[in-house]
């Protein structure tokens, strides 16, 4: 049964699902455009998804028939009306907003999306500071700020080539133009295709398999993918690696693991 944490905001309902936080944004009138609400609500989310050793991973979806259309247009030429409580948070962390976006101190746990209709802009830059990727067969993605004289500042033009083969990236990147699910998918940008409707279903049965599996070999695999990236020589990435392996293979945990395989049960893992 879903608990519905008091750090939800108008615009970002934050649930605690067993071991799973599930983060939705809900502005469904606006697209789910980026607000200050919602941009609060997904700050809290991801630092109490780092704080919180009883959860293992999140799910971020949406509500309504679109994702995300990234930042409010409408409100952009003119300036966001902000929240009192995100202003203050900003004036003592002013990369709150990037954070927010999973451009900055992404969580050391995995993030699952699930994407249903739109996800353009920011609603693709949010992607990228995800692990796992499930789409509606109808979902759509594009990183469009290019069309409006824009940059995309959340992280896209450094990591979508990182993500996807390079051409790839700059034919999203240069032209703007929409990306069909098939296509995400052929490319590798998403990881499975689902009917309509059934994206979160998908994504909470891949949380429910990561929530059986160690988690502080998930922490330090989370680590490494996140901290040492293809820039990285491969010597010194070995060298990270193994600081990152070696309390893992010395916990309680480990020993679990091995003894569990060898009586041929399920593993309970503890988190020591």
């Known amino acids: 049964m879903a608990e519905t944490l008091d750090i939800s905001t108008d615009n970002c309902t934050i649930e605690k699902e067993g071991k799973t ?3 939705t944004l809900n502005r469904p009138e606006a697209k789910n455009a980026f607000s200050p609400e919602m941009l609060l609500g997904l700050y809290k989310a991801w630092r109490l998804l780092d704080e919180d050793d009883e959860l293992m991973c999140a799910v971020l ?3 309504g028939d679109t994702f995300c259309a990234g930042m409010d247009l409408k409100a952009g030429a003119e300036g966001h009306r902000s929240t009192e409580e995100f202003m203050t948070l900003m004036g003592t962390i002013p990369n709150i907003h990037w954070q927010a976006l999973l451009r900055d101190n992404r969580p050391n746990k995995p993030l699952i999306l699930a994407v249903e209709g739109y996800a353009l ?6 992607l990228m500071g995800t692990d796992i990727r499930v789409a509606a067969e109808d979902a759509t993605f594009g990183v469009t700020e290019v069309a409006r004289g824009l940059y ?4 896209t033009s450094v990591r979508l080539p990182r993500q996807i083969p390079y051409c790839l990236a700059a034919e999203m990147l240069l032209l703007g133009r929409h990306i069909s699910a098939q296509e995400a998918l052929s ?3 998403v990881n499975r295709l689902v009917a309509k409707g059934q994206a979160l279903a998908e994504a909470m049965t891949i949380a429910e398999e990561i929530g059986q599996k160690g988690p502080l070999a998930l922490k330090a695999i989370t680590r490494c993918l996140r901290e040492i990236q293809s820039d990285v020589a491969e010597p010194e990435a070995m060298l990270k690696s193994d ?29 020591k």
């Open 21 to 23: 936080l599930v983060v």
């Open 61 to 63: 979806t949406a509500n």
């Open 121 to 126: 802009a920011g609603g693709t830059e949010i």
């Open 152 to 155: 995309p500042m959340a992280g």
């Open 187 to 189: 490319w590798g940008l």
């Open 243 to 271: 600081e990152l392996a070696g309390p893992v293979f010395a916990s309680a945990d480990a020993k679990e693991g091995m003894r569990a395989f060898k009586e041929k049960r399920e593993a309970v893992f503890t988190g």
